[in-house]
């Protein structure tokens, strides 16, 4: 894969080319790593994050004209960090190291080039260490071959085999903050739309909530749809968070970073115990049938008292792998390891335990919620998917709103199994030959040969 391409995917995923498990973790052990099943995040126990900055300019004109400089853009950057580091029940920090350090054909100064991004790209994808690039005029961006709406990208660069993120990367396209190119962004706009993108560094996927807003003018969103429409949502549509008033993180933002970094034992100061604030509301969505497993179905629980503003989410199966492998295509099936067998194992990522296919948890601070289940958004594929498939597939019943209510407690679990209505039966007669009626011989009609009888041989 070109670095381009690479990257393209880094909006959700860098180097780890693996489905996104949205509305929480942003990738999930598979066979051969031993977190099987469970999400890859950076080590809580050897916080903060250390991640390091290009020593150049965030922002400059063509003509070479300083719009934000250094230290400006440097202070921007721990803002964004600081959004995540200032959830009082999650225990994560980040620090800026320094500058970037040189490595390959990058030996100092400002990135500027392709030649030296890739170097230090490369070197996030040893993971020796975690940069974040300021491509203060877009030429690394356009010299990459992105499209000139990119505003940028943040991810993991490389895991650990215990689970764990060992390095990350981040590349911000300063021309959306020149003044005089065109598709300028406000400072609002650019600095939540990396704040989402270090979502991404922290190992959080996209989540989908009030997803029509995608109906409404873009930049003049309904408020209160707004103030519940996640920072992580895959696409940047509405005006920023903070023009219209409310804080940059969403309730669904704040849940889970608080679920994968959770304060336990006794809280440092300026934080809370997250079991003191949330609890979880877990299920399996089934078919009709109430036996078969429905991956894929985007479930969301929504606050009786404010359902559109406080609400969270996740895709059922998001444990589960959404690529499990197939021989059928491959040319030589007794040869599995051979290259026409590339999908034989199917993704190194995601469990490939059958009682989590449809599960679903869903980290939600004390009170009353309803249930529902939807449909991903066709549109949310590649870098902006939502869930472990890619495409998404459609809700196989419909979309419903559960009747009855759940209340919880700080720290308590609810159970509530979801059953789909209106699917397809769970087999069809091509599945199992015992559901099949008896028939006589298969009959094989040639042009040449009026009916000659199929036999086995």
């Avoid at 609002?188 to 959080?204: V, Y």
Wanted: aromatic residues 8%; glycine residues 12%.
């Amino acid at each position: 894969m070109g670095r381009a391409a690479a990257a393209v995917a880094a909006s959700a995923l860098l180097l780890l080319h693996g489905p996104s498990y949205a509305g929480g973790p942003l990738a999930v052990g598979g066979p051969g790593f031993s977190n099987v099943g469970q999400p890859f995040l950076w080590d809580a126990a050897a916080m903060p994050v250390q991640y390091r900055v290009d020593p150049g300019p965030l922002s400059k004109q063509p003509n070479g004209t300083i719009v934000i400089d250094h230290a400006t853009g440097v202070a921007r950057v721990r803002s964004m960090f600081n959004n995540w580091q200032n959830v009082p029940t999650a225990n994560i920090s980040y620090n800026n190291a320094g500058d970037i350090l040189p490595t390959g054909v990058y030996t100092g100064g400002p990135v500027a080039t392709v030649n030296n991004f890739n170097a230090v790209a490369n070197s996030c994808d040893a993971g020796t260490q975690s940069p974040i690039i300021f491509d203060a005029d877009g030429s690394i961006f356009a010299g990459l071959g992105f499209p000139a709406a990119v505003i940028g990208f943040a991810g993991p660069c490389a895991v650990t085999m215990s689970g764990h993120i060992a390095s990350g990367i981040g590349a911000m396209n300063g021309r959306f903050q020149d003044g005089v190119s065109q598709l300028q962004l406000t400072a609002a706009q650019f600095d939540e739309a990396f704040t989402h993108e270090f979502g991404h560094f922290s190992g959080l996927d996209h989540s989908q909530i009030n997803e029509d807003v995608l109906n409404q003018r873009a930049g003049a969103c309904n408020v209160s749809e707004l103030a519940g429409l996640p920072l992580m949502f895959p696409f940047l549509h509405c005006q920023a968070r903070a023009t219209a008033g409310l804080p940059t993180l969403a309730p669904d933002d704040k849940a889970w970073i608080s679920r994968f970094y959770a304060v336990t034992g006794t809280p440092p100061a300026g934080k809370t115990l997250t079991s003191a604030t949330y609890g979880t509301i877990s299920g399996t969505v089934f078919f009709t049938d109430g036996i078969t497993q429905a991956q894929g179905v985007n479930v969301i629980a929504r606050s009786t008292s404010n359902p559109q503003g406080v609400a969270a989410s996740v895709v059922s199966g998001y444990l589960f792998t959404g690529n499990l492998g197939q021989t059928v295509t491959c040319s030589d099936p007794a040869n599995p390891t051979a290259q026409t067998c590339t999908n034989f194992g199917g993704s190194q990522f995601g469990s490939r335990d059958p009682r989590v296919a449809g599960a679903y948890d869903i980290p939600v601070p004390a009170g009353t919620y309803t249930l529902e289940v939807e449909s991903i958004s066709p549109f949310f594929t590649g870098g902006s998917g939502v869930g472990p498939l890619d495409p998404p597939i459609p809700n196989p019943g419909q979309t419903v709103r559960l009747p009855n209510p759940v209340t919880l407690a700080a720290g308590q679990a609810v159970n509530v199994n979801i059953t789909l209505t209106g699917t397809p039966p769970r087999f069809d007669s091509f599945e199992s030959a015992r559901l099949q009626p008896r028939e006589p011989p298969v009959l094989w009609q040639r042009r040449e040969d009026p009916v000659a009888e199929l036999r086995a041989g």
